[in-house]
């Protein structure tokens, strides 16, 4: 995970400043936590680690002060890794399975795939209403029926929901949303198979 | 099982072999009971082939069969059903799943005196027509229903 | 709480004195939860899958499999078993040795002889333990129901949340230590860390969400906090197997993608009183059924 | 062994409703464990109620009966007090008879 300097510093002024405080219920739960867990599989104990992000919206209720957010999204922007080879469409038939598929990366799942050895999963349906057809869909995201055929399909939406996959705090830093790039959960190629599934005019979500 | 035997089974279902013995008031042994299981009814991959097995080819779509069971599953491992005969004279009332890998899921026998009506829970394996058949009078009525199974979340 | 942990940014220092005006007007304007505010997508074919899966689920509730794992927990507690060869009547639950009942919807609660808030499976680990003579390491190793094999303390705890039916929640909160699992519990709760930024939070601080077909209650609200509360320990659907509240908080945590915690834990039973006592005043129904 | 079923035989309207839960895996042989083997199938096959010697029900299952399975009927001619018996036989010869009172 990179980290940009000036947030480093943040972290830790904001690690100092909290620790400070009387009644801290929210190190203590850290301790607790810290105490209680034990390595499993893949889920090794660094994951109980808050990075500077997790720490800012921890502590602000995902409600950072303005200029905060601003700071640490163009950080989160910075971290996230284009394609070499600009394009961002992949194939929207393996992208619907990508997004119906709700496994990895839990203790249970292997290095980069899942404990049935497919390919990680997005979760999209978990949160997403896509292809309508799918009416078994969840609502804590927004809905993306009609994605492309309601915001167009041009080169910027694409880089955009490209980069929103990959990194969705680099939009709005304390989003519910995984980073599928950044935590290594999706692959390029995968996160382009997603884009088509919400922007190749042929995909059934366009229909 | 000889051959005779089978084709009563294959005719009647283990429904009328055993109404017959219950009205001749003689009590079975469990071996006996187990041998009842009509192997080719509830080994059949299909649809058809489960209905041929009970000997059941000819039906009759009845509206007096009621069918409780859920439009759409919660959960396609625990799927309640519940089937009530209204027509005169019901022998036995079966359940059939027509996407499950074996078709024929319970068949219950009704003696004089007990209601057709049995509710029980089942396996979908996935969206599936759920079929009733009622044997009345030696005769085969039907009734059927779609059951639609999702994807879940968390398990609550 | 939102003041408090806005306080604690406010005292950043360097990089925090950058966005102190934002701070204050941030504190006015910005309603408390601001991470990405869902839009509804189709409401009608929720509620109507909803009263759907409601209408069938109180069918089976009706002849629920949890009966069959309370009266096998009902004979657990009065067989001499162990080590020790001994029953579990004489065991505590908060309310005297060998009462039971409305001694689950009184817990979690603080015990002073373990010096530990416990939740009713954390207390019955504790009495097979400590009046039995079973070891803890030995009950941790296989915990939850797992095809045919059901622990015996699923089975226990079930039959005591039994004894609780129809009674009213009434988590206590007079002793400090019981307080403090409460802060601490809701603490965990808003805990976002592991590859997926989750937290509890994520999925069950606000109201009306759902994942794929399945309801998220707020567990921070009352309303909420007695849906999550209901139903457990509940016979799940998926795999017919009978589970408690720590497998169900231990399972949120493997789709929360953190490490796991440790069986009849603090973290579970702080987690536990931050439930209970956000549900209390509600009545309890009993075991149920999960998906 | 088998774990005792719960019946609930109620008495209404000179009617007498018999809900029966058993204790049973229902494995339908067409599952893998873990390993990749298949988990050989292991149901019941037959269930039997009887009531003063008289069979009221009796059913032949397959393996798409839900795991602990429920069965609800109903029959005419109990009363209070009597009691009923209800036999389960499983694919491997295991059975189980547990009896229960009206009420």
Redesign the interface.
């Known amino acids: 995970m990179k980290i940009l300097q000036a947030s480093i510093v943040g972290a830790a002024a904001l690690a100092v400043a909290y620790a400070a405080q009387a009644q801290d219920y929210r190190s203590q739960a850290i301790s607790v936590m810290k105490r209680d867990f034990h390595a499993k599989g893949i889920a090794t104990m660094d994951r109980l680690d808050e990075d500077t992000l997790q720490q800012i919206c921890n502590r602000s209720d995902n409600n950072p002060p303005k200029g905060l957010a601003e700071s640490l999204q163009h950080d989160q922007l910075q971290g996230i890794k284009y394609p070499a080879d600009g394009k961002f469409l992949g194939d929207w038939k393996s992208g619907e399975k990508i997004a119906q598929r709700g496994r990895g990366m839990t203790w249970n799942d292997k290095q980069g795939k899942t404990s049935r050895n497919e390919p990680n999963g997005g979760s999209c349906y978990n949160c997403h209403q896509i292809d309508t057809k799918t009416t078994s869909f969840g609502t804590i995201g927004n809905s993306l029926a009609h994605f492309g055929k309601t915001r167009g399909y041009g080169p910027d939406i694409q880089k955009y929901v490209y980069g929103k996959i990959y990194n969705a705090k680099a939009f709005n830093l304390c989003s519910k949303m995984p980073r599928f790039g950044h935590s290594e959960t999706l692959t390029e190629d995968q996160i382009k198979d997603l884009v088509a599934l919400l922007l190749d005019p042929n995909s059934p979500v366009n229909k | 099982m000889d051959q005779t035997r089978r084709n009563v089974l294959k005719a009647g279902g283990s429904a009328g072999l055993l109404a017959l013995l219950a009205t001749a008031g003689m009590l079975r042994s469990e071996a006996a009971l187990a041998a009842d299981w009509n192997q080719n009814a509830f080994g059949a991959k299909n649809l058809k082939d489960a209905f041929d097995a009970l000997g059941a080819a000819n039906r009759t779509q009845s509206a007096d069969i009621a069918m409780v069971a859920p439009e759409i599953a919660e959960n396609g491992a625990v799927v309640p059903i519940g089937a009530v005969s209204k027509i005169p004279g019901t022998e036995s009332i079966a359940i059939l799943i027509a996407k499950n890998p074996t078709a024929l899921a319970a068949s219950f026998d009704i003696p004089a005196g007990t209601d057709p009506s049995v509710s029980t829970r089942v396996k979908l394996a996935q969206t599936s027509d759920v079929h009733i058949l009622v044997k009345a009078n030696g005769k085969f009525y039907e009734t059927k229903k779609e059951v639609k199974v999702t994807i879940g979340g968390c398990g609550g | 709480m939102s003041s408090i942990k806005l306080r604690a940014v406010v005292a950043l220092s360097g990089l925090a004195l950058v966005c102190a005006a934002q701070v204050a007007r941030s504190e006015a304007a910005v309603p408390k939860k601001a991470a990405a505010p869902a839009k509804k997508a189709a409401p009608e074919s929720k509620s109507a899958i909803a009263a759907e899966f409601e209408k069938f689920r109180d069918i089976m509730e009706d002849a629920s499999p949890a009966e069959l794992f309370e009266a096998k927990g009902a004979e657990l507690w009065k067989q001499k078993r162990g080590p020790k060869n001994a029953s579990l009547e004489k065991c505590d639950l908060g309310l005297g040795p060998g009462v039971l009942k409305g001694a689950y919807v009184r817990l979690p609660r603080y015990f002073a002889d373990a010096d530990q808030v416990m939740d009713a499976e954390r207390r019955i680990v504790y009495c097979m333990v400590t009046l039995q003579g079973f070891k803890e390491s030995d009950l941790a190793k296989q915990p939850f129901s797992k095809g045919s094999h059901v622990p015996d303390p699923v089975s226990l705890v079930t039959f005591v949340a039994g004894q609780s039916r129809g009674m009213k929640i009434a988590a206590p909160q007079k002793h400090p230590r019981e307080r403090e699992a409460y802060k601490v519990g809701e603490e965990i709760f808003d805990y976002r860390a592991g590859p997926w930024d989750f937290s509890c939070a994520t999925c069950h601080g606000d109201e009306g969400l759902r994942i794929r077909t399945q309801d998220l209650p707020d567990l921070s609200t009352k309303k909420g906090a007695i849906a999550a509360f209901q139903g457990w320990p509940g016979y799940r659907m998926t795999g017919g197997l009978m589970h408690t509240l720590q497998w169900r908080l231990n399972d949120c945590f493997r789709q929360q993608r953190f490490p796991e915690p440790a069986y009849v834990s603090q973290t579970l039973s702080d987690l536990m009183t931050y439930l209970a006592v956000n549900a209390n005043g509600q009545v309890y129904k009993g075991p149920g059924i999960k998906r | 062994m088998a ?2 079923m ?1 019946i ?1 035989a109620m008495a209404k309207d000179g ?1 007498v409703v018999v ?1 029966v ?1 058993m ?1 049973h ?2 494995e ?1 042989g ?1 599952r893998k464990d873990s390993a990749g083997k298949p988990i050989p199938a292991h149901f019941i ?2 269930v ?1 109620a009887t009531w003063q ?25 109990a009363k209070k007090g009597d009691k009923i018996q209800i ?1 389960w ?1 499983d694919n491997k ?1 295991d ?1 189980r008879t547990d009896e229960a009172t009206i009420n």
């Open positions: 774990d005792p719960r609930r009617e809900k839960l204790a895996e229902m339908t067409q096959q037959h039997s010697g008289k069979v009221v029900l009796s059913a032949n299952w397959g393996t798409a009966i839900a795991k602990n399975p429920f069965l609800e009927f109903s029959f005419k001619g036999t036989t010869g059975k």
